[in-house]
């Protein structure tokens, strides 16, 4: 079992962390080997840039947690094949059975993978608002991995999480007590943090963001998001912090390049509305001070036409 220090892991900066880095795994379908972020939490990072045929779709965090009794997984992966060889992984390192999977929320790369897991009899969990966006939109997600996996998707079909929660769902398992949590709104439906207070760490999912631009959608309330993780998430004082998409990193990183980033970008907009601006304009407010961080070209104006949308009604 290769162990990578939590201080190395920390410390990995965006030399790491680029969508130009090809697959640092190639002998897997995974973009990234697992490594033990903490003893017993491991994570397999994925790349911070779209899902490709390339990356096979691992271009999020897949993370999981090992105890006496059983294994936790937090993401059913973007396909059953790269289930499959997150799976491979777990039996590398430990005899004991996936137990438990858990999806980060609605998003493909977070529940595709479901099926190869509820082949094997394994339960999954996931928050209300996650299961009824894949009751609503799970075909759509599915075609959309289809074509930019190609033969990479055989045998993956939408299964959705057969238990489901509403605020929280602990789960006690080999002496380790996890706290699955919907803290509130954040970047989309059905957000949960999977957290262990006794060893300080959170597995936070897409409300903190650090090496990539942070995505709004459409949906996205980000004055909601800003009080989500302003409030309760903060108010875990998590030593050790997982995001969605990233190196495994800590609080003032991820406080850094969400919420300060959210506030920024929200404080443009509000000058820009103020002073009459439209909405071709707010494409063009000034988020240079974001500009190394990855998919920032696929994002910052899509953001800023978003946070233009929602504030011109607030």
Request: aromatic residues 8%; contains cysteine; glycine residues 10%.
């Amino acid at each position: 079992m290769r162990v990578m220090a939590i201080g190395a892991v920390l410390m990995a900066g965006g030399a790491w962390a680029s969508e130009d880095i090809a697959d640092k795994y190639p002998a897997s379908e995974l973009y990234n080997k697992p490594v033990e972020v903490i003893p017993h939490v491991f994570s397999a990072i994925g790349a911070t840039a779209p899902p490709t045929y390339e990356n096979s779709g691992h271009n999020n965090n897949l993370s999981f947690i090992v105890t006496n009794e059983g294994v936790v997984v937090i993401n059913g992966g973007a396909s059953a094949r790269l289930a499959s060889a997150l799976h491979d992984e777990i039996k590398a390192i430990t005899d004991q059975p996936v137990k438990l999977v858990i999806n980060e929320n609605g998003q493909g790369h977070a529940m595709l993978g479901n099926s190869y897991w509820a082949d094997l009899g394994v339960d999954i969990l996931a928050h209300a608002d996650a299961i009824a966006e894949v009751e609503e939109n799970g075909d759509f997600i599915l075609q959309g991995m289809e074509r930019y996996n190609r033969d990479k998707a055989e045998g993956t079909r939408v299964v959705n999480a057969n238990l489901s929660f509403d605020d929280t769902y602990v789960v006690e398992m080999g002496g380790v007590t996890m706290e699955v949590l919907h803290l509130g709104p954040a970047h989309d439906p059905g957000d949960l943090q999977v957290w262990i207070p006794d060893w300080g760490i959170v597995i936070a999912g897409d409300i903190a963001f650090h090496e990539r631009m942070p995505p709004i959608f459409e949906h996205t309330c980000t004055s909601c998001w800003l009080e989500t993780f302003d409030g309760p998430f903060a108010a875990l004082g998590a030593t050790y912090v997982i995001p969605g998409h990233g190196h495994p990193t800590n609080m003032a990183q991820v406080t850094r390049y969400t919420s300060d980033y959210i506030k920024d970008l929200r404080a443009k907009i509000g000058a820009h509305i103020d002073e009459g601006g439209d909405l071709a304009g707010a494409f063009y407010v000034d988020q240079s001070n974001w500009a190394h961080l990855d998919t920032f070209e696929e994002l910052a104006t899509k953001n800023a036409g978003r946070v233009f949308e929602e504030m011109e009604w607030e």
